[in-house]
């Protein structure tokens, strides 16, 4: 398994930026990609985006495609979700996840490790 510890989250207001950061240990070697997940309140838990460790190809979800960012630093094994313009619907939980899988994928199921979560709160 690869333990993932979340951070950045926080309260910000609409039109602003928030970076969050994942930093992953253990088996890292097995996780092929990351993956940014949100889930608000009773809504189903949703792809942000993915990044592979290798090569950094990225995927964005239609509804944060051109405001958020996400990068990753291979050498300190962390992935960063920068969120810029944000808006009252991006408030949501935010994880992030590794996948084993060698294909971007948009299913919770296929991610074997979860990150504990952080609250991400947009204000109009």
């Known amino acids: 398994q690869v333990q993932l510890v979340e951070s950045g989250g926080g309260l910000v207001q609409a039109g602003g930026s928030l970076r969050l950061s994942c930093a992953a240990s253990?088996?890292?070697?097995?996780?092929?990609?990351m993956g940014w997940f949100r889930q608000a309140p009773g809504k189903e838990r949703e792809l942000v985006g993915t990044?592979?460790?290798?090569?950094?190809?990225?995927y964005y979800a239609d509804s944060v495609k051109g405001r958020f960012t996400i990068s990753r630093d291979n050498a300190k094994n962390t992935v960063y979700l920068q969120m810029n313009s944000l808006k009252p619907e991006d408030t949501a939980v935010y994880y992030c996840a590794a996948t084993a899988f060698d294909y971007y994928s948009d299913s919770p199921a296929d991610f074997g490790s979860w990150g504990q979560g952080t609250q991400v709160t947009v204000s109009s």
């Open positions: 253990g088996r890292t070697f097995s996780s092929y990609a």
């Open positions: 990044i592979k460790w290798s090569g950094g190809s990225t």
